[in-house]
């Protein structure tokens, strides 16, 4: 008889005894962690690291989570390496050391004795290059957090790969790869090219609205999810977020490619039912409310219907990272103020996601306004 594909497990907040529980419970209801990873074997555990940013900004994969896949790793004996590529990576000296310290995964490693890795060695994957530590590794575990995206609509399972990309290659692939459906398709074949023995998801402190930065809204969601497939889990977590599965482009490119299952009749559940972790819908992205329309409206009003990013002055610390990370360098500074140069702007929105002080808004063209997008 065939397993749960996935399991979705119930904690209400970052007490260390308690994420604790709920990881080994979430992996436990799959089998445990020997279902996925070869005891004694070597093991990248890559988290969502967005940016420099406290735990209780909800922009990273919080470190008792990150923590709770290490323990279950030292129970099976694994040589452990934790790391990610984040967002301003090759834009900024030392940009690893200041995400690792805020993030808290410094701490996480030295008091769990194991080894922080840089994401600076890589290996062509056709169009892209990818960390050299999926070579180095046996196995490798994605442990994102489960956040709204500007571009994607959400950020989890299949998402959280595009982090394996080294360098200022990221940069480039949003700027050669600016359309929605390009990039979609990218991030799709990462997934494809590496995909995890596992995914832990951590759903405790979710966001919603303008995320994944500091723009979004952290939202209470109190869950742990584990699973193999990540387009089952996208999808799962597309329903817990008020939408189908299928209007998370990501998912829709993964299913259509037979990469996973999407269909949520067909995702055999273990630990809390569906049903009884959907609250209230969650507020989306603005950008991806065009894409709730009807298709035929949705083909009239693509061209009018615009949302580009706006710098809100008085929020501004001036720190520089939108100039560094715009991929058109649409971004300067003039006159002491961020000026953005929309003839540049490609609408990545890289400028948002990397702001720390949520300094940088959407503004909506004049269509998209009166419509309420
Ligand atoms: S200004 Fe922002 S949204 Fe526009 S291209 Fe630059 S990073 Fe992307
Ligand atoms: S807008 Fe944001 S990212 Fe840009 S300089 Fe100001 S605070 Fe930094």
Redesign the pocket.
């Known amino acids: 008889m065939k397993g749960p594909d996935i399991s979705i497990v119930r904690c209400a907040d970052y007490n260390r005894q308690d994420v604790l529980a709920a990881v080994r419970q979430a992996v436990g209801l799959l089998g445990g962690i020997e279902a996925f990873v070869k005891p004694q074997s070597s093991v990248l555990v890559k988290p969502n690291l967005l940016s420099a940013q406290e735990p209780q900004r909800c922009v990273d994969t919080h470190p008792e989570v990150v923590r709770g896949v290490i323990r279950l790793l030292k129970e099976i004996d694994c040589r452990i390496y934790l790391g990610d590529g984040p967002n301003l990576l090759g834009r900024k000296e030392n940009i690893e050391e200041e995400v690792y310290e805020k993030s808290g995964m410094k701490e996480v490693a030295r008091s769990e004795g194991i080894e922080l890795v840089k994401f600076d060695k890589r290996r062509w994957r056709g169009k892209f290059p990818l960390t050299s530590w999926l070579d180095t590794c046996d196995h490798f575990i994605s442990v994102p957090k489960f956040k709204t995206h500007e571009l994607t609509t959400l950020t989890a399972g299949i998402k959280n790969l595009f982090g394996l990309v080294t360098g200022t290659f990221k940069t480039e692939i949003h700027l050669k790869h600016f359309k929605l459906e390009d990039f979609t398709k990218i991030v799709v074949d990462i997934y494809e090219e590496a995909r995890p023995s596992l995914t832990v998801i951590d759903g405790i402190m979710a966001m919603e609205g303008d995320g994944p930065g500091a723009a979004g809204t952290p939202r209470h969601a109190g869950i742990i999810l584990a699973g193999k497939d990540c387009v089952a889990l996208d999808s799962i977590l597309a329903k817990i977020m008020g939408i189908e599965p299928l209007d998370v482009p990501t998912t829709k490119e993964a299913a259509a490619r037979a990469l996973g299952e999407s269909h949520i009749d067909r995702i055999a559940i273990a630990g809390e039912p569906l049903e009884k972790v959907i609250g209230k819908r969650f507020k989306l992205p603005r950008a991806a409310l065009i894409k709730r329309l009807p298709m035929p409206l949705i083909k009239v009003i693509k061209h009018f219907v615009k949302h580009y990013p706006r ?1 809100v002055e008085k ?9 560094q990370v715009c991929p058109n360098k649409a ?1 300067s500074v003039k006159q002491g103020k ?1 000026v953005i140069d929309y003839r540049r702007c490609i609408a990545c929105f890289c ?1 948002q996601e ?4 949520a ?2 808004q959407l503004k909506s063209s004049m269509l998209a306004y009166i419509m309420g997008l």
């Open positions: 710098v929020k501004c610390i001036h720190c520089l990272a939108c100039v971004v961020i400028c990397s702001c720390p002080a300094a940088i």
